[in-house]
C-alpha cells in the first residue's frame, strides 16, 4: 500500500507531506485548492511525462517521493526480477524534475522511465485520467475475464502457454532449415573436421593437471635439484652422534633425561633416513629431454583443442556430442526437416484445439462477468446500460491463447455497443472501473487504488451506492479518493483536507489529515455549500455516524 506522499516546490504546492493508511483514505477540498495538482504528483512517480512548468514559479526544481509497503511475496519476486530489492520490504520511488532533466529513483538506484512504469503497474491503480487507465490498456480486458475465471481456466491457459512454448521452438527449429545442398556440404565437411579434431584428441579429465605439473617440474629441475642437494648438505653437518653420546654420558647421572635420549636416537634414524631417500630423489630424477619434449607438445596440443571448443574438458565433450547430433541432422536433412514439419503441424493442431477450448470457458465466463459488471454499473447510475465483452480472433495463437477480448458498452437507450474509450468520458470510466474492481474485489493483486473524479454527475442514492462499492473495495485494497460528494467522504477511514491557502503575499497548497471534528466539519462544508449551521452540523454528524453504523456491517 502507499504509506507516504512528499511534494515539494511543484505547481501551487510549496511543501506537504501525507501518511494515508489502510483502507479508504478520502480527500476532499474546495474547487481549485489543488485536487489535481496531488493526482499529478503521484503520477510522476508513476512515469507520467515530466513538464516544466509544474515547478513551482522562482523554484529550480520540482520534487516528489512516494513510500509503498506491505509488499506481497508475488510483488517482491517481481521487483527483485527488475535488479530492485525492497528495503525493510519497501519500495521508495524519487523523482526530481528541473528545466533541464528529469531524475528517477528507486530504492536510492537511479532507473529509467520504462523500468518506472514497469514497477508503478504492480504496485498502483489510478482511475480518472484517460493516460493512466488499465481500462483502456491493451490486454487489460481480457486479464479480467482470466482473472474472474481463475480457477474454471488457470491450469487450461497453462497448458496453452506450455504448448505455445513447444510451437515456438519448433518454428525456429523448421527456420534452422534454410540452407541450400551447398552451404549443407559445407557444414557437414567443417564439423567432420571438427568432430575429428575432439576425437583425435582423446581428452581425459585431468591429464591436463598432471601434464601442467610435469612440465613445471621439468621446467625449474636445476633449482629443484640445487634446493635438495643442499638440504642433503645442511643434514650432513649435523652431528647427532656427538650430542647422544654427550646425553649419554650424562644419562648415567640423572634418569629424567631419557626421553630427550630417546628423541636423539630417533632424530638420528630419521636424518638417515632424509638422505637416504633425498639421494635416491636425486638418482632417479635425471631429466629426461625426450619426455620433457613430449610433455610439451601434448600440453599444447590438448590446450589448443579446448580452447576450441570450450576451455574444459566437460566442455569440448559438450561441444563434441552437439556436433555429432548437428551432423546427423544433416546427414539426414531432408528426412529430418519433413519430420519437423510434421511436428509443427501436429503440435500446432495441439495448441489451436486448447485455443479452441479455452475460448469456449473464456465466452462462457465472459457472460456471467459481463452481467455482475453490468449490475454494478446499474446500482452507480448507469440505469439503462447494457454492457459486454467482445471476442476477436488473433491471426496467430499466442501464450495466452488465440483470443483479443474488448468491453463494449451502451451506455443510452437506442445507442449500438460501442468500445468504452469512444464512450464513456473520465468520470464514467472511473465508475465503470470501480464496479469491476467490485466484482474482482477478492482476486485483484494490486493493492493499491485511486479513483479521481469517480462522483461526477451523480448524487443522492447513487452517491450512496457508490460509497457502498468503495467501502467494500477498501476491505480488501487501500483505496484513495478525490470526491466532493458528503455520503462518500462520510464512509472514510483517513480524512484530507486540501486547501488553498494565501500567506506572505503568495499562494499555496496544503494537504493536511483531520480529526473526527475536522471531519465532520468538513462533512458539514459539502453538505451546505455555504454557511455551516447547527442544522447542517447536525445533519453531518448524523451522516458520519450512519457511515460508521454501515460500515460495521459491511
Known amino acids: ?175 534452422s532449415f534454410n540452407m541450400d545442398e551447398s552451404q549443407r556440404q559445407r557444414e557437414l565437411d567443417f564439423l567432420k573436421f571438427e568432430i575429428e579434431d575432439i576425437e583425435n584428441a582423446e581428452l581425459k579429465e585431468g591429464e591436463e593437471e598432471e601434464l601442467a605439473q610435469r612440465y613445471k617440474k621439468y621446467q625449474n629441475i636445476q633449482k629443484i635439484y640445487g634446493s635438495v642437494q643442499k638440504a642433503r648438505a645442511v643434514l650432513d653437518q649435523v652431528d647427532l652422534s656427538s650430542a647422544i653420546k654427550s646425553i649419554q654420558d650424562a644419562l648415567g647421572y640423572d634418569d629424567s633425561l631419557q626421553n630427550i635420549s630417546d628423541s636423539l636416537y630417533d632424530l638420528q634414524t630419521i636424518s638417515e633416513d632424509t638422505v637416504r631417500e633425498l639421494d635416491h630423489y636425486l638418482d632417479k630424477n635425471d631429466f629426461d629431454e625426450e619426455d620433457f619434449q613430449e610433455v610439451t607438445e601434448r600440453l599444447d596440443y590438448i590446450r589448443g583443442v579446448m580452447a576450441k571448443y570450450g576451455g574444459t574438458v566437460d566442455k569440448t565433450e559438450k561441444a563434441l556430442v552437439e556436433k555429432q547430433e548437428r551432423l546427423k541432422l544433416l546427414e539426414d536433412y531432408d528426412e529430418e526437416r519433413s519430420k519437423c514439419e510434421k511436428t509443427l503441424d501436429k503440435t500446432k493442431s495441439e495448441l489451436l484445439k486448447l485455443c479452441s477450448e479455452l475460448t469456449n470457458a473464456r465466452k462462457k465466463g465472459a457472460k456471467v462477468l459481463a452481467e455482475r459488471i453490468r449490475t454494478e454499473m446499474t446500482e452507480m447510475g448507469f440505469l439503462d446500460v447494457k454492457f459486454e465483452l467482445a471476442f476477436t480472433e488473433l491471426s496467430e495463437p499466442g501464450s495466452n491463447g488465440i483470443d483479443e477480448v474488448h468491453f463494449v458498452v451502451s451506455l443510452n437507450p437506442g445507442e449500438p455497443l460501442r468500445p468504452l474509450s469512444d464512450v464513456a468520458s473520465g468520470g464514467e470510466l472511473s465508475r465503470i472501473m470501480l464496479s469491476i474492481k467490485t466484482v474482482l474485489a477478492d482476486t485483484d493483486e494490486i493493492s493499491t487504488l485511486i479513483f479521481d473524479e469517480i462522483d461526477t454527475g451523480i448524487s443522492g442514492r447513487t452517491a450512496e451506492k457508490v460509497s457502498e462499492k468503495l467501502k467494500k473495495i477498501s476491505m480488501s485494497h487501500q483505496v484513495i479518493l478525490i470526491t466532493h460528494l458528503p455520503q462518500i467522504a462520510a464512509k472514510a477511514d483517513e480524512h484530507f483536507c486540501i486547501e488553498k491557502l494565501a500567506e506572505s503575499g503568495h499562494t499555496h497548497t496544503n494537504i493536511r489529515r483531520l480529526d473526527e471534528d475536522e471531519s465532520v466539519m468538513e462533512l458539514a462544508r459539502l453538505l451546505a455549500g455555504g454557511r455551516v449551521t447547527d442544522a447542517v452540523l447536525a445533519n453531518a454528524r448524523e451522516l458520519k455516524s450512519l457511515a460508521k453504523g454501515a460500515s460495521k456491517e459491511v
Open 1 to 175: 500500500m502507499l504509506y507516504h506522499l512528499y511534494v515539494k516546490d511543484l505547481a501551487l504546492i510549496e511543501s506537504s507531506e501525507v501518511e494515508f493508511g489502510e483502507g479508504l483514505n478520502i480527500l476532499t477540498g474546495e474547487t481549485g485548492a489543488g485536487k489535481s495538482i496531488l493526482i499529478g504528483s503521484i503520477n510522476l512517480c508513476l512515469g507520467s511525462k515530466a513538464n516544466k512548468d509544474m515547478i513551482r514559479n522562482g523554484k529550480e526544481y520540482g520534487f516528489v517521493e512516494i513510500v509503498f509497503g506491505g509488499l506481497t511475496e508475488e510483488q517482491e519476486a517481481f521487483m527483485r526480477s527488475l535488479d530492485i530489492e525492497p528495503e525493510d520490504g519497501q519500495i521508495i520511488i524519487r523523482r526530481k524534475i528541473s528545466t533541464t532533466r528529469s531524475e528517477i529513483k528507486i530504492n536510492d538506484e537511479t532507473v529509467t522511465l520504462a523500468k518506472l512504469r514497469k514497477v508503478a503497474e504492480q504496485l498502483i491503480d489510478i482511475h480518472g485520467q484517460h493516460e493512466h487507465q488499465s481500462l483502456l490498456r491493451d490486454g487489460y480486458h481480457l486479464k479480467v475475464l482470466d482473472d474472474f475465471q481463475q480457477k474454471e481456466t488457470g491450469s487450461l491457459r497453462l497448458s496453452v502457454s506450455g504448448k505455445y512454448r513447444e510451437y515456438v521452438q519448433l518454428k525456429e527449429k523448421l527456420d
